[in-house]
């Protein structure tokens, strides 16, 4: 037992240093909203319940509304051939490029903290054709493309980056075609 507990300190400790080594979770320098909003194509994302009965299809389209805020539409296709739809707002955070906040609950409840959650672009193409999403505790990660497929190097990249943030992509699901 003793012999177990000494061979494991070392193991605890290497992946302790391994997390502290992690690059931080930022969220990108430079953010257009006007350039991002339209629609997004899921590419890949770390399983999240709100998703579990998605099996393809997956899309986000942002609108940008007069009170400064942002409409949110998430749709996919389901296994037995339905849609499921969740309308939702974001708004930006301020002093941050890149960093909004969402919301799926009502509108009664947008006074709860607990009611919005960070949505950080982690990544973007200069021209807005791919971003990936994340946000500082690596529980969600969504990689998203203007187009419904993207280019395989593209994708191990982007994967490669999440991972040297400190992102576990053992469990990441690519829900669309990779040419």
Not at 101 to 115: E, G, I, N, T
Not at 136 to 148: D, K, N
Not at 151 to 179: C, F, N, S
Request: charged share 20%; aromatic share 10%; proline share 6%.
């Amino acid at each position: 037992m003793r012999r177990r507990l000494l061979l494991s300190l070392p193991l605890s400790l290497l992946f302790c240093c391994a997390a502290l080594a992690a690059s931080p979770v930022e969220s990108v320098e430079r953010f257009d909203l006007d350039r991002y909003a339209g629609q997004w194509h899921e590419i890949a994302h770390l399983p999240v319940s709100f998703q579990k009965n998605c099996v393809a299809d997956i899309t986000a389209g942002y609108r940008l509304r007069a009170d400064g805020r942002i409409s949110v539409l998430n749709r996919c296709r389901t296994a037995d051939g339905g849609t499921i739809e969740a309308e939702g707002v974001a708004r930006p955070v301020a002093g941050h490029a890149g960093r909004l906040q969402v919301r799926f609950a009502p509108d009664w409840l947008s006074w709860l903290p607990w009611a919005w959650a960070d949505y950080w672009v982690i990544a973007l193409d200069p021209d807005y054709q791919w971003a990936m999403i994340g946000e500082p505790g690596r529980r969600y990660l969504w990689i998203l493309s203007r187009t419904p497929s993207m280019d395989g190097a593209l994708l191990e990249r982007l994967k490669r980056q999440a991972t040297d943030m400190g992102y576990d992509l053992a469990p990441l699901r690519v829900m669309a075609p990779i040419q």
